[in-house]
């Protein structure tokens, strides 16, 4: 199978319809994915909840792919996720880039950098312009509801 076709089955099946199953058959028992900076390492064996919390956060997403490119066992992806949010009434566009290793028809390494700043603005956890805010040094100070 063709990586991008491999990887946007992977897409359909686990991030778009929530089939955790499916993952279990395309990724490998070493599989370990960066997701959040390399201090943000999730193992297979936390693939699942990761993906859930992901879906509770933005509602069912519908995932385009924007741009490709492979090399080897390697294909990055550059994507858009939009989605109704998680009430289906909060609109949420946001881009990210992925670089995934697939040997042996499974995934092995994972490598994602995600618009988390600005999901979390769509989302009303943070208020709009927050990079623009923080780059100016602006401290952002957190009350308790």
Avoid: C
Wanted: no cysteine; glycine share 8%; net charge negative.
């Amino acid at each position: 199978m063709q990586k991008l076709a491999f990887m946007r089955e992977l897409f359909d099946e686990v991030w778009e319809n929530g089939n955790f199953a499916f993952a279990e058959k395309r990724i490998n028992e070493e599989f370990k994915m960066e997701a959040m900076g390399e201090d943000v390492v999730f193992p297979r064996k936390d693939f699942r909840d990761l993906v859930a919390a992901f879906r509770s956060l933005t509602g069912p997403p519908r995932i385009g792919f924007l741009h490709h490119m492979e090399s080897g066992d390697w294909i990055t992806l550059r994507f858009r996720l939009t989605s109704g949010g998680p009430d289906g009434a909060t609109p949420i566009n946001v881009l990210g880039m992925m670089m995934t290793r697939i040997a042996g028809n499974r995934i092995t390494e994972n490598y994602t950098q995600f618009e988390y700043v600005q999901l979390f603005e769509q989302l009303g956890l943070l208020p709009r312009d927050a990079l623009a805010a923080l780059m100016s040094r602006t401290r952002l100070v957190w009350e308790a509801d």
